[in-house]
């Protein structure tokens, strides 16, 4: 079975510029998640989708962050525009249920200048 | 509201000797407890987790960890780790069953010496 599959794996840009991160999760997941994993800490919950639905965004940036899961399969993350502190490790997980486990890519670590 | 502390930042150990990772939280609701591994470079994979049930929970790659109620505590245990356990390690709180609401700790870094 082909795990949760992210691009991409690295990137590297200047505040005030825009990135995209896209995920793939496990076929037939319904639940979706975005967490952000700072450095030094543990990944904190982003975004939450159940199919093509937001279930919870309380925590993501809303003024410069945003994301979208069309057709309730791919996922996408923006960050436009980009700040220092946005650098950090975006990891996606897919889970058949909110109920269920976790299956996390392997992220993209972001590196803003 | 919920909240994990991982007591120690980073652990050294010897191979084949014995490790505990600390691990404590607090929840005003009902709790189910996480254990993931991440490696270099690679997302976080499930270790073992606690539901309901035995409070002594086994898990992959000889790990396990026991569920304490007065103490608040899920401490993640392996009698002899290799050098392939080295990786960092978060505990994880929910008040749902599965990966809705995970509330990560800050991690322990197992570094397991030759």
């Known amino acids: 079975e082909a795990g949760v599959a992210q691009s991409p794996r690295y990137k590297i840009i200047e505040k005030r510029q825009s990135v995209a991160f896209w995920c793939n999760p496990i076929?037939?997941?319904?639940?979706l998640y975005w967490y952000q994993q700072i450095l030094g800490q543990g990944p904190k919950l982003l975004i939450q989708?159940?199919?093509?639905?937001?279930?919870?965004d309380s925590q993501l940036p809303k003024d410069r962050f945003s994301a979208e899961r069309l057709k309730g399969v791919d996922s996408t993350l923006k960050i436009q525009p980009a700040k220092l502190e946005d650098s950090a490790v975006y990891l996606c997980?897919?889970?058949?249920?909110?109920?269920?486990?976790?299956?996390f890519g392997q992220g993209t670590r972001l590196t803003v200048v | 509201a919920q909240s994990v502390t991982q007591l120690d930042s980073q652990v050294p150990v010897f191979e084949e000797a014995p490790v505990e990772l600390r691990c404590n939280y607090s929840?005003?609701?009902?709790?189910?407890l996480f254990w993931y591994v991440q490696y270099p470079n690679q997302g976080l994979q499930l270790l073992l987790k606690?539901?309901?049930?035995?409070?002594l929970v086994k898990g992959i790659n000889g790990f396990e960890a026991e569920f304490n109620k007065s103490q608040t505590s899920f401490h993640l245990r392996k009698p002899s780790v290799h050098i392939s356990d080295t990786a960092e390690y978060f505990c994880?709180?929910?008040?749902?069953?599965?990966?809705?609401?995970?509330?990560f700790g800050t991690g322990t870094r197992l570094t397991v010496i030759p």
């Open positions: 997980a897919s889970s058949l249920a909110a109920v269920t486990e976790a299956f």
């Open positions: 076929s037939g997941h319904a639940t």
């Open positions: 989708f159940q199919n093509n639905g937001v279930v919870d």
């Open positions: 929840s005003s609701v009902s709790v189910y």
């Open positions: 606690y539901l309901s049930g035995s409070t």
């Open positions: 994880a709180v929910s008040d749902h069953g599965g990966a809705n609401n995970l509330f």
